[in-house]
């Protein structure tokens, strides 16, 4: 080890970054629409300079040079996804595409070339706009099956490479984004439906897992995990209404998942509330035998930003019917350290909160840090007479985060290694371009990929097995 290290690692830790398909590959060759394809078809205005899905960063053609750019840079995992629309041909039979099977094939085993090891993950909010207009999208259990077969298609092609598996990236963004705050695509408002599709992503999760571990991959130790945007919701005060309304933030948008996935059943105090407002999801005997029978593997957390309630200061209006806000109210902290162009606090103790919450509260389930990062518009101001961008910021953000990551280690919490968001700049939904998080950059008039500070950063970071 190094002389200068402050903070080292456990062995093997992982040192990579996150992406996803939607947000990389481009539409190129792409069979069928996502919901996002569809939106930006309809209503481009929507997005961040009209930028949309078509191109992103060209990872569908520039994959072997994007790879190795991964590669040089010192990653030893990355994630991404496989878009369902690409994959399969016919959902209702999962039937496959036989130029984006080629495509996934020579991605994944580009990576092992690599040397990094791939993290598959099976839904990235890319719900195919056909299985929406069918079926009414995550509402219907009949997409919950037909999203177990793609999984299980997954699997059978892909298994005998990939070891870790992912069923889905923030599943109550979905919830969140679609049926009540309206940032994703059909930005319905309407709590009852938004509690019935918490309920079966839960149950789509909890299938795929089930049905993973009938594979040769978990026979032979492959594993499968899901990954949850666990923003911890710190009460403004400790008075017991603050704290009442924090409770419930935490149980609505985190337990909601995280329950569940770990320990196979839901809140108590959750299902107590949506009961008694009458909005409780509708849930078989044996759908709720196989939630409880098919818990993760491992866990991924993203984090980005805390979240903080206080009690209603108004009457909750009733009329957009119910919605999980009659509970609380957000809360910003006075004064508190913001990221502007993203909008976002900047918290980087609540690492620490979050891993002590899985040690105490979930067995200390074996986790990593999925997904953290740090958004900034115009980056071109930083760029230095080598022509890389000097982002300081972004490595000094990385290092006060995994600062408290390493401190909840050194206290046994069960982690096993920290993602960036993201490895490349890439395509941030209705964002698009705006806010670049990546290590590398990328000029989008002409896809030239150029590594950042924070690249050769975490070569030295990946090298060492700490800083
Ligand atoms: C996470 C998502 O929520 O945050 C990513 O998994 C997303 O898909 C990332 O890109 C950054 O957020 P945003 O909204 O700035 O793109």
Not at 60 to 86: A, P
Not at 231 to 241: F, V
Not at 402 to 410: D, G, P, R
Request: aromatic share 16%; hydrophobic share 35%; with cysteine.
């Amino acid at each position: 080890m190094g002389v200068n290290i402050k903070y080292n690692f456990p062995a093997n830790f992982w040192w990579g970054a996150a992406t996803s398909g939607p947000q990389t590959e481009g539409r190129f060759y792409k069979r069928h629409d996502n919901v996002f394809d569809y939106w930006f078809d309809k209503e481009p205005q929507a997005f961040f300079n009209q930028v949309g899905p078509n191109v992103t960063s060209n990872f569908f053609n520039s994959y072997k040079e994007d790879i190795q750019m991964m590669k040089s840079i010192g990653l030893n995992s990355v994630r991404t996804s496989i878009q369902w629309t690409r994959l399969i041909k016919d959902f209702e039979t999962a039937q496959v595409d036989e130029d984006g099977l080629e495509f996934y094939n020579n991605v994944i085993n580009e990576f092992l070339k690599a040397g990094i090891i791939p993290v598959i993950n099976l839904h990235h909010f890319d719900l195919p706009v056909e299985l929406y207009d069918k079926y009414g999208g995550w509402e219907s259990k009949k997409v919950v099956d037909l999203f177990v077969l793609f999984a299980k298609k997954c699997f059978a092609l892909f298994g005998d490479r990939v070891k870790h598996w992912i069923t889905f990236n923030e599943p109550m963004v979905i919830v969140e984004g679609e049926y009540l705050y309206q940032f994703h695509y059909p930005k319905i408002v309407d709590g009852k439906k938004a509690v019935q599709v918490l309920y079966n992503l839960n149950l789509a999760s909890a299938k795929v897992v089930g049905a993973f571990h009938k594979t040769k991959c978990a026979e032979n130790g492959g594993k499968i995990g899901v990954v949850l945007n666990l923003t911890p919701s710190y009460p403004r005060s400790q008075a017991e209404n603050d704290v009442k309304a924090a409770n419930f933030v935490e149980d609505f948008f985190n337990r909601s998942f995280l329950d569940p996935a770990i320990k196979g059943e839901f809140s108590h105090t959750l299902v107590n509330v949506l009961k008694r407002d009458g909005v409780l999801w509708e849930a078989t005997p044996e759908e709720l035998t196989i939630i409880r029978n098919n818990t993760v593997d491992f866990l991924g957390v993203n984090y980005y930003q805390p979240r903080r309630a206080k009690a209603k200061e108004a009457p909750f209006d009733e009329s957009k019917g119910w919605m999980p806000d009659k509970y609380f109210d957000d809360y910003k902290l006075p004064g508190c350290r913001m990221n502007p162009y993203r909008g976002w606090e900047i918290y980087p103790q609540a690492i620490y909160d979050i891993a002590m919450n899985i040690k105490n509260n979930y067995g200390n389930i074996s986790w990593y840090l999925s997904e953290n990062g740090m958004g900034v518009e115009g980056e071109e101001k930083y760029v230095q007479k080598d022509g890389s961008i000097d982002d300081q910021y972004r490595i000094d953000f990385y290092e006060e985060h995994l600062s408290w990551l390493h401190k909840a280690i050194s206290e046994k919490a069960n982690c096993f290694g920290f993602h960036a968001w993201t490895p490349i700049d890439c395509w941030s939904w209705s964002n698009a371009y705006k806010n670049r998080y990546g290590y590398i950059a990328v000029d989008l008039a002409t896809q030239i990929k150029t590594i950042k500070k924070s690249g050769y950063w975490i070569k030295k970071v990946a090298q060492q097995n700490g800083f």
